[in-house]
């Protein structure tokens, strides 16, 4: 099992930047893909990013040039970041962490964090 544990929400003006992190802990030596995904009031949740364990990285087009993700171990934790410039009022969602892991790349989520981007 892993857990994962988000930080890193808040409210910012348009145009600001926050930056999200996750730490993951537990097995983390089966963790395969990391990602954030974001749902808005009324919509799907949505992949935003995701990194893989070569640090290949994938984002949706709506971000591409805003934000930055990454991933870094530990001795006993996996830290999952992500930076978000220039940030907008359709990027305010709750923003979830997730992992793939093992070898039937069972799918964990971490509890959300608010992203409200608001003058």
């Known amino acids: 099992q892993v857990q994962l544990v988000e930080s890193g929400g808040g409210l910012v003006q348009p145009g600001g930047s926050l930056r999200l992190s996750c730490a993951a802990s537990g097995n983390i030596f089966s963790i395969h893909t990391m990602g954030w995904y974001r749902q808005a009031p009324g919509k799907e949740r949505e992949l935003v990013a995701r990194i893989n364990r070569g640090n290949s990285t994938t984002y949706v087009d709506s971000v591409k040039g805003r934000f930055t993700i990454s991933r870094n171990n530990a001795k006993n934790t996996v830290y999952l970041q992500m930076q978000m410039n220039s940030l907008k009022p359709e990027d305010t969602a709750v923003y979830y962490c997730?992992?793939?892991?093992?070898?039937?790349?069972?799918?964990?989520w971490g509890q959300g964090t608010q992203v409200t981007v608001s003058s």
């Open positions: 997730n992992a793939l892991v093992g070898a039937f790349y069972q799918g964990y």
